[in-house]
């Protein structure tokens, strides 16, 4: 069990440098403003293609890791991001930033799902539903290492030597996958023969048409872009420009938004895997609380009291936690050896929901006057629709959930042991 713990461990490492790549360009996004003289939409576009890239390369990440397996995965995604952040260090024209984000986007799109995929190979069921919470939570340490030491490097040392010092965290770990991480406690795990395209159509559609990993989707849309999004691009920019606060202040709220993160996910954990007919209900409660919380953010008409806008952080941070519930339902209504596609799929909800909202807000904020306190106000009301879709897409699945049961002859009680005996 120590050896699972290791490799759980290093890959976690993984996970949380890569969180890093991700989010460092939004927290210095002011800077790159200031360094490339562009206007928030352009700004987005950055960010939004990085997320473009993730998004697109959701379905090959699934189906590569279940051929090739998590460790190959995690070290080549790993140096992928580390070459990205290396080019942003040295980027001196508009071409150069894209190719860096596009790279750093495919990078990321397969350490998440590699780790996940670790858990139910090294530990027992019963521990799955913590374990992946535990995994996802643990990686949004990255935000704290970019929204603090490297929001400080980046100011005492300058643009260049912050991206290549970023980038050598890429190397380190990915030297120590390689001298850690096996894919199963025998060795690598065996590799799925490759599939035709054909196969890979009906291996996509066979999943998808899997009610159970419908809800997932959805659940994972709901629950994830609104933290997303604060934490990837805007979150920074709106602290200091739309509500007045320092950066040092605005550093301290990302960092609340992570330690909330990891407060809220072992009680999600628990809660899914003793309840795991209420885990839509936890979803559904994280994605109306932080609905409500900026409706009353945003009806204010000056900026927020510091109390309100930490009690907006701290409810952002739920909404990781309840994002990765949906993977537990791609887990619970799937077969093992089309895991990684089921995950990949329901990662796609959230991913794409950030991605539309992240560039509307550029959009909105360019029309309405820049980053300005009503151009922020205006820009974060794009969120609204996004949650009514997600919400009606979770109801919906979750009936169409139920009734595929029924028909097998499957009641709520029985649901209840059938998903608990897959966990044992």
């Known amino acids: 069990m120590r050896r699972a713990w290791l490799v759980w461990g290093v890959a976690v490492a993984a996970y949380v440098v890569a969180v890093m790549h991700r989010t460092t360009f939004g927290v210095s996004g002011l800077a790159a403003a200031h360094r490339f003289e562009v206007s928030p939409n352009v700004l987005a576009s950055f960010v939004f293609l990085q997320v473009a890239v993730y998004l697109g390369m959701q379905i090959p990440a699934g189906l590569l890791l279940d051929r090739w397996g998590p460790r190959a995965l995690l070290t080549t995604g790993s140096l992928t991001m580390a070459v990205g952040q290396g080019l942003l260090a040295v980027a001196s024209s508009l071409p150069l930033v894209y190719l860096a984000r596009v790279v750093v986007g495919a990078g990321d799109s397969v350490i998440f799902v590699s780790a996940l995929a670790l858990v139910p190979r090294w530990f027992p069921a019963r521990r799955v539903p913590l374990l992946t919470q535990l995994t996802g939570t643990t990686g949004q340490l990255g935000q704290i290492l970019s929204a603090v030491p490297f929001l400080a490097l980046l100011g005492a040392a300058g643009w260049g030597t912050t991206y290549v010092a970023v980038a050598a965290t890429g190397v380190v770990v990915a030297v120590a996958v390689l001298a ?31 009610p159970g990993t419908r809800l997932g989707y959805f659940s994972h849309m709901a629950a994830q872009f609104s933290g997303m999004v604060f934490s990837l691009m805007w979150g920074v920019p709106y602290l200091v420009r739309g509500q007045g606060l320092t950066e040092a202040q605005a550093g301290t709220l990302m960092s609340l938004l992570v330690v909330s993160t990891v407060v809220f996910a072992p009680a999600m954990g628990v809660f899914a ?45 739920a909404g990781g936690p309840g994002s990765i ?24 909800g959230g ?33 609204y629709p996004v949650w009514a879709l997600a919400t009606i897409g979770i109801l919906v699945q979750r009936r169409r959930t139920r009734e595929v049961l029924a028909a097998q002859g499957i009641r709520p009680r029985r649901v209840r042991d059938i998903l608990r005996s897959r966990r044992d």
């Open 273 to 317: 895997a003793r309840h795991p007919l209420r885990r839509s209900w936890l979803v559904l409660s994280v994605v109306g609380v932080t609905a409500l919380l900026w409706t009353v953010v945003l009806a204010l008409p000056r900026p927020a009291p510091l109390w309100l806008l930490v009690a907006l952080v701290a409810v952002l941070g």
């Open 325 to 348: 519930v949906g993977f537990d339902f791609a887990r619970t209504f799937n077969e093992q050896h089309r895991l990684g596609v089921a995950q990949s799929l329901v990662n796609l």
């Open 351 to 383: 991913f794409t929901a950030t991605l539309v909202v992240l560039q509307l807000v550029g959009w909105v904020m360019d029309a309405g006057g820049g980053y300005t306190f009503e151009g922020f106000r205006m820009a974060w009301l794009v969120q």
């Open 180 to 210: 850690v991480v096996r894919d199963t406690p025998s060795g690598d795990a065996a590799q799925v023969p490759s599939l035709s395209l054909s196969e890979i159509r009906e291996a996509l559609l066979g999943v998808w048409r899997r």
